[in-house]
């Protein structure tokens, strides 16, 4: 399990962007479970829609994108670990991309993120997002891990 302060320590996101509270669970080149506690306090709703608020898409295929870089640095050898900090994960692309649900303040989004396949530095990943287990959105992310 990792909190707020590790997840900190892997990715290069901070407030208002790092859209991961925790790490569930972590299995180097297969999975990762996070979670994003979602609130009205967030900026966001200031904007979308004030009078009817809704956690937007593009926020969560985001989340599920870090989840994915998570993984990816999470899976690297010792020697391949000791470069991350001038390393990053940038997304190549986003493919079969629904929402399936609104997500609204009080949800936790739930990010299951499956590695479909790594060849060297490029990853392929089944990502859904889920709220209690009703699926909010899906999509297959494509990924490299490249220096800074």
């Known amino acids: 399990m990792l909190g707020v302060v590790d997840i900190q320590k892997i990715l290069p ?5 790092l ?8 299995v180097p080149d297969v999975e990762i ?6 609130t009205f306090n967030e900026e966001v709703f200031q ?11 593009v926020m969560i295929v985001e989340g599920l994108a870090q989840a994915g870089g998570l993984l990816a640095f999470k899976s690297m050898d010792e020697e391949e670990k000791n470069q991350t900090q001038n390393q990053v994960v940038y997304f190549m692309s986003i493919d079969k991309c629904k929402f399936r649900s609104p997500v609204t303040p009080g949800d936790r989004l739930e990010y299951r993120v499956k590695a479909l396949k790594r060849r060297g530095k490029i990853w392929i990943f089944e990502a859904k997002a889920y709220v209690d287990d009703r699926l909010a959105a899906e999509a297959e992310l494509k990924a490299m891990v490249t220096d800074k």
């Open 13 to 17: 996101h901070r407030y208002p962007f």
């Open 47 to 57: 904007g979308h829609f004030p009078s009817h608020p809704i956690y937007p898409g």
């Open 33 to 38: 479970i996070a979670f994003k506690n979602v």
């Open 19 to 26: 859209l991961i509270d925790r790490v569930v669970k972590i």
